[in-house]
Structure formats: structure tokens, C-alpha cells
């Protein structure tokens, strides 16, 4: 599960990691929830010429087959065993897939207790290189009866690797840089499944974690005081 992230990066520096050809500018971001706009990367093509496009869409999948937005549940992840099979996701994995631009993302460690487990603190998650998050996700233009349209989008996720499972059992599927190109380009249904197959969880020296402060908790808090270390350690 993946229901908090952060985008903190400088524009140029996210520009140049994830190659699109716009330059857009926006401020760090340091509390990010579902159904807030969030930007995306996604290949598109005209005549035979492919390019990186940078994209905002609202972070909440929605099908297009849905007719009343107002009565699907918000989907903002996709289990990434099931998306190629599910309805709800199975014509994006083929034909619509995206990066979430992200450089780090939160998640509730679960506390045991009678009935379903409870979440208890927060744990901030970013790469131990200090490189920016890819994160796999699924996009989706929804059109209304009115003629207006929608972009929506989900991250994708996994199940976790040998050392995050001790906060949670699943986590975002990152994508490696050098699988830009084989995630993104939706042109040979072929290739669906080898994209598939990089939806792996991380190996667990790829990302660091450590716990943070309850401010988190609430989507209006949004600062860089978020982010600092709740206790003196990294796990």
C-alpha cells in the first residue's frame, strides 16, 4: 500500500532524471494524498518520434468504463499480481502505463490487536542512493456525459521485500531507470509482459527508512518538518 508520498526534488533535477521534454516548475511537496493532482511521466507519440511528457492527474484510478465517478470507490493503488487480470485495470497495463514522480514515500508500521491490525507509526521511505522514486502507476482518461474529461491515476504495488515487511506488508513498485523505456512504451502489447515482470518488490539495499513524527497523519500538514527522524536511528 502506498497512501502518502513525497515530491521534494527541484524541477530541473526531477526533468533530468526522468527525461520529459516540458519544463514545468512546482514547489516541493511533503504530504501528498490521494484524489490531490499529482504529476506523472508517460511516453507519447506522434508520427514515428516517442517523447517523455510530464502530466498532472488526479491521484484515484477510475476506470473508463465507469459511468458514476461519485459511486466507485477511490482506487489509488493497483496490486500489481492481479492489475494484467482485473477489469478495473487490465486495458492500462496494456496501453496506458505511467511514472509517478516521487522521491520518497510513507507508510504505517502495523501494530498487532484484536480483530485486523491497526496502524501505528509512521516510517519514511527514500532511496539509499539518494536518486529520486520512480514509482510504476496506471493512468486513465475518464469522459463525462458533459464532454469534460478526467486524467486519473494509481500507483502500483508489491509485496514487500525482506526488510520492509517489518513496517508493511506491501510496498510501490519502483521502477530502475535503466526500465524507463520498457515500462513506459505501450506500443507492442507484446512488451506488456515484460513490463509486468519488472513489478518486483526492491532489493533491500535499495531503500532506507526510519520513523517520523504523527504530523504526517494529516494531510495539511505540509512541510519539511514532516520528514524529520522521530528516533536518532535508521532501521
Not at 490521494?34 to 511528457?53: G, K, Y
Not at 486524467?151 to 531507470?177: Q, Y
Not at 532489493?203 to 497523519?217: K, S
Amino acid at each position: 500500500m502506498c497512501g502518502r508520498y513525497a515530491i521534494t526534488l527541484p524541477a530541473k533535477a526531477a526533468r533530468d532524471y526522468f527525461g520529459y521534454v516540458d519544463e514545468p516548475e512546482f514547489p516541493p511537496r511533503y504530504n501528498i494524498a490521494p484524489t490531490q493532482p499529482v504529476p506523472i511521466v508517460r511516453l507519447e507519440r506522434r508520427a514515428d518520434v516517442f517523447s517523455r511528457r510530464f502530466q498532472l492527474v488526479r491521484w484515484g484510478f477510475v476506470p473508463s468504463f465507469v459511468k458514476d465517478p461519485r459511486a466507485f470507490p477511490l482506487l489509488f493503488n493497483a496490486r500489481a499480481e492481479s492489475a494484467p487480470d482485473k477489469p478495473s485495470f487490465r486495458a492500462a497495463m496494456k496501453r496506458r502505463r505511467c511514472l509517478f514522480i516521487a522521491d520518497a514515500y510513507y507508510e504505517w508500521r502495523r501494530e498487532p490487536g484484536r480483530g485486523r491490525p491497526r496502524a501505528g507509526a509512521p516510517f519514511l521511505f527514500r532511496r539509499a542512493d539518494g536518486a529520486p522514486l520512480a514509482l510504476a502507476g496506471l493512468y486513465e482518461t475518464l469522459s463525462s456525459a458533459d464532454g469534460s474529461e478526467v486524467d486519473t491515476a494509481c500507483i502500483l504495488t508489491t509485496s514487500a521485500n525482506g526488510a520492509t515487511v517489518a513496517i508493511h506488508e506491501r510496498m510501490p513498485a519502483v521502477i530502475e531507470r535503466q526500465d524507463f523505456d520498457l515500462w513506459l512504451n505501450c506500443g507492442d502489447e507484446r512488451g506488456a509482459e515484460d513490463a509486468w515482470r519488472l513489478l518486483a518488490p526492491a532489493t533491500c539495499d535499495t531503500l532506507e527508512f526510519f520513523e517520523i513524527g504523527p504530523d504526517v497523519n494529516k494531510a495539511e500538514n505540509d512541510g519539511p518538518w514532516i520528514q524529520a527522524p522521530h528516533r536518532s536511528r535508521l532501521l
